[in-house]
């Protein structure tokens, strides 16, 4: 893991509360036991349509947000089961940091292992940088 000092860097916004670890990384490709390559999968029932093509509404496919750095979320964010492969798929996509009210205590942990900085804001200061963007 290499040390976290700062990033710069363009930001996303994913204002939805509660996202949880299925819909971060989808069950479907946990049969993987490599420990890299996650990121083409991240959001992918979200983001991708059935034929594997890019859902317009989707956030994150807003060409605005390509190669975004921070991560701008809801609170509870990577609740649900402690899947660790969830911060791999944010790392691997590009996240070095992600801002949220809330996180669940163990994706906070898995975070933390691989260099992927959960960082807590009051809700009303996430709610107005998500604005700002």
């Known amino acids: 893991m290499r040390p976290f000092v700062r990033t710069t860097g363009k930001v996303a916004v994913l204002d939805r509360p509660d996202v949880d670890t299925d819909q971060i990384l989808p069950k479907q490709f946990l049969k993987r036991?490599?420990?890299?390559?996650?990121?083409?999968?991240l959001f992918y029932d979200w983001r991708l349509d059935s034929d594997g093509n890019p859902r317009p509404e989707f956030e994150l496919n807003n060409p605005a947000y390509a190669g975004a750095k921070v991560l701008l979320a809801g609170r509870n964010f990577g609740c649900g089961s402690s899947r660790e492969h969830a911060p791999w798929a944010l790392q691997e996509y590009?996240?070095?940091?992600?801002?949220?009210?809330?996180f669940a205590d163990i994706f906070v942990s898995n975070c933390v292992k691989i260099g992927l900085v959960p960082i807590v804001l009051p809700a009303e200061q996430v709610k107005l940088l998500m604005e700002l963007v």
Do not use: L
């Open 94 to 102: 590009g996240f070095e940091v992600v801002v949220a009210p809330s």
């Open 33 to 41: 036991i490599e420990r890299t390559g996650w990121g083409e999968f």
